[in-house]
């Protein structure tokens, strides 16, 4: 008993070392992120001395850098994000109550073509989406949660689907005995009962749309609109003389709302991107 | 009579449920049904028609038949970036299942703090692509610089660097599966092999493995598929450099996978693009497959139980 106690506390100590480890590229971030850049190339693991100490200034120099605001990339994305997140959980759990208990010939067709659109890997589409999203004018963030909707229906429905089949029909009756019509009841009775799957598809779409680069950098009118990912590349990518530092700062302001999202609210977001991904 | 009861039931079921939610199609499925056909429905059958055209946009395109297939397979680039997404694939497929499976079997022992750990190694996954790209290409080259070369000039480097960066953004993610198939292996059964003189490693070997295959063969397409379709990282890391210039005038990036390899071929040269969306289909094909498998090994699994 004695031996298998030290033996825990060993393999305990030992994870705290693998995890500090494991964090290291985060902290290297952070505390280059207040260093200059010579340092950075230099120095990269070491800790910022007081030559190379920068204060706020990587972060000052990184959202001002570039003629295009870095705010307003990130107030982008966090339009598209939630706005895109809020459409597909609305408008998918009622396709898919609608597709379970309805079945009829058109609704199976479009259930498989959901099922069907989930093993279609982005590249496939990717240029006569982006082409079709320019000639209906959907290259706005304002539109482009219709993209989002349609290119991530497939998931999102298949997951609300799943659920849905497993709520008693008995319910629903009861509310049509007592003169509850469609809308009513999907509101006021189903859409509560959805909540475990409602939150797993938000979290699913919301860490998808925040960190995605590819399909809002081909739909979107890129000289007008950009988001966060876009922003980095562009300062990484179109400046001979990259300013290190600011990207650095940029970084940690893009990766703190996400760290501060994962630690509160931890376990519904493994449960959520992981059920994903184990039902697709 | 029984049957008489479930017969009026569901005549109840349809008027009370079934036709009164039909009659509010346009509220219920209509939006999903119209952003799904603009998205994804419209584009996947032009992209499929757009293969055996030439174009430069979607509305010159004419019908060439096979042609672009043809140069899709001719194209070394193309079989280069294939075989080497194949060599990305199955190495971090082994490195990063073993490491998780580690992680998750330590994590299950009972030991203090292991919700602490965990966080700590999913956190990565909740970071994009670009911005991991761009994490690890400050890493490698904070490390690399000191020996007077980069990433970007090795394609051994790049390929390790590329290896690494997936693994330390994926073991958190497979480690969560492991973990929850490791917690619903019976605690007797376990106990019972004890008693019969097991150790450790036969335990292990002989019964958690075998209960624990569901989980296995997940986190292996998992990996399998995130590495097929990896594009961000490939894209920030190195974006396929170096670059090797063949006599016939062919340019072969040496570190760039499927993903990144289609797009070039769309975006670097617009007189490409029939090839691109060619080769965007043949992708697509071994996505699909890869999906496929993977549907009949669970079935199969599932029949079995």
């Not at chain 1, 199976?108 to 240029?127: A, E, G, H, K, T």
Request: with cysteine; aromatic share 14%; proline share 4%.
């Amino acid at each position: 008993m004695k031996r298998d106690h030290v033996r825990k506390t060993i393999l305990s100590v030992l994870f705290v070392v693998i995890c500090i480890i494991y964090l290291m590229p985060i902290f290297t971030v952070l505390m280059n992120s207040f260093k200059t850049n010579s340092a950075i190339n230099t120095e990269t693991f070491a800790f910022p001395t007081e030559q190379s100490f920068t204060g706020a200034d990587n972060y000052v120099n990184g959202i001002n850098v570039g003629e295009y605001p870095f705010l307003k990339s990130a107030g982008y994305s966090l339009l598209i994000t939630i706005s895109s997140a809020a459409l597909i959980l609305v408008c998918t759990s009622m396709a898919a109550w609608y597709i379970s208990r309805v079945n009829s010939i058109f609704a199976r067709i479009v259930y498989y073509l959901c099922v069907f659109s989930m093993v279609v890997p982005f590249q496939m589409v990717m240029f006569t989406l982006a082409k079709t999203a320019n000639t209906l004018h959907l290259d706005s963030p304002f539109t482009i949660p219709v993209i989002y909707l349609g290119f991530g229906a497939g998931l999102a429905v298949f997951m609300f689907a799943g659920f849905v089949k497993g709520i008693p029909l008995e319910i629903e009756e009861a509310a049509a005995i007592d003169g509850c019509g469609p809308v009513r009841t999907f509101f006021l009775i189903v859409f509560p009962m959805l909540k475990p799957v409602l939150i797993s598809v938000g979290v699913l779409e919301i860490m998808w749309i925040w960190n995605d680069y590819l399909l809002p950098y081909l739909v979107l009118d890129r000289t007008k609109y950009k988001t966060i990912p876009i922003h980095i590349q562009y300062l990484q990518g179109s400046y001979g003389h990259v300013d290190l530092g600011a990207v650095m700062a940029l970084i940690v302001i893009s990766i703190t709302p996400i760290v501060v999202f994962y630690l509160t609210a931890q376990k519904y977001i493994i449960k959520g991107v992981v059920e994903g991904a184990v039902k697709g | 009579m029984k049957r008489r009861t479930k017969s009026t039931n569901s005549a109840l079921s349809a008027t009370l449920i079934r036709r009164p939610i039909q009659r509010m199609f346009p509220l219920f499925l209509l939006p999903t049904f119209v952003a799904f056909c603009i998205g994804f429905v419209y584009p996947f059958g032009k992209g499929i028609y757009l293969s055996f055209c030439r174009f430069t946009t979607t509305s010159n395109a004419r019908w060439i038949g096979l042609d672009n297939y043809i140069k899709a397979f001719k194209d070394a680039s193309f079989v280069y970036a294939f075989k080497y997404t194949v060599l990305v694939a199955i190495v971090s497929l082994i490195v990063i299942n073993v490491l998780a499976f580690a992680v998750a079997y330590a994590l299950t022992r009972g030991i203090k703090g292991s919700n602490s750990f965990r966080t700590v190694f999913f956190m990565p996954n909740l970071i994009g692509g670009i911005v991991l790209g761009y994490i690890w290409s400050m890493i490698f080259s904070g490390i690399l610089s000191r020996y007077g070369t980069s990433i970007v000039l090795s394609t051994t480097y790049g390929y390790w660097g590329l290896i690494i960066l997936m693994a330390w953004q994926q073991i958190g993610y497979m480690m969560i599966i492991y973990i929850a198939g490791l917690q619903s292996v019976p605690g007797d059964l376990i106990e019972a092999s004890k008693i019969d003189g097991a150790n450790g490693w036969h335990t292990l070997w002989h019964i958690t493995i075998p209960t624990i295959m569901p989980a296995i063969t997940i986190c292996t397409f998992l990996t399998l598929t995130n590495s097929f379709k990896l594009f961000d990282q490939n894209y920030v890391l190195n974006g396929g450099q170096p670059f090797v210039f063949m006599a016939d005038g062919t340019v072969i990036r040496s570190t760039e996978m499927l993903a990144l390899n289609i797009y070039n071929t769309f975006y670097l040269n617009a007189n490409s693009r029939g090839t691109g969306q060619a080769k965007a289909v043949l992708f697509f094909v071994l996505v699909a497959a890869i999906a496929l498998i993977q549907f009949s090994a669970t079935r199969r699994k599932e029949m079995q139980q």
